[in-house]
């Protein structure tokens, strides 16, 4: 099995695969009295043939070391992970190479840390590393499939 050493998660390094959400840094707005920094616009959301929508998913936690067998994509729509906790979780990607997945990379979370995966982005599934593993997930609403699945013939093993 071919090892792949988790990272963590920067804006630099993820930026070929879509956003890193976080409120780091200086607000873009200072809103409600003066009360609340608004971190403004930080992700593409891109849907083909349909609408954003708000979905809660509660996944079961992974450990560590985690065989990695499979990504998934998306090809009509973006979408975002927010967690609802400030529980680290796994983030895998993997760039496409004439329509299969390359090599993938292994990035962990800080607490805070969310990320929206670009339309048509390998992706691992949802890997929480505690529990209750609640997210909400902001992605396309709409007719047809929107889902490709790929089969590594020999798995992957993410390691800390």
Do not use: K
Not at 38 to 51: I, K, N, Q
Not at 131 to 153: K, Q, S, T
């Amino acid at each position: 099995m071919t090892q792949i050493t988790l990272q963590p998660l920067t804006a630099g390094a993820f930026a070929p695969f879509g956003e890193v959400l976080e409120a780091q840094g200086d607000p873009d707005r200072i809103i409600n009295q003066g009360l609340c920094g608004r971190f403004h616009d930080r992700a593409t959301l891109d849907f083909v043939d349909g609408r954003a929508g708000i979905s809660l998913f509660r996944a079961e936690p992974r450990r560590l070391p985690l065989a990695l067998d499979m990504v998934e994509r998306h090809p009509d729509g973006s979408q975002a992970f927010l967690p609802m906790t400030q529980d680290p979780f796994l983030v895998v990607v993997a760039p496409d190479e004439d329509g299969r997945p390359g090599t993938p990379f292994a990035f962990v979370t800080a607490p805070g840390q969310g990320v929206n995966y670009h339309r048509g982005t390998w992706h691992g599934v949802l890997c929480p590393l505690a529990a209750p593993g609640l997210f909400a997930v902001v992605d396309r609403i709409g007719e047809g499939p929107n889902l490709e699945e790929y089969w590594f013939h020999t798995p992957y093993e993410v390691i800390a």
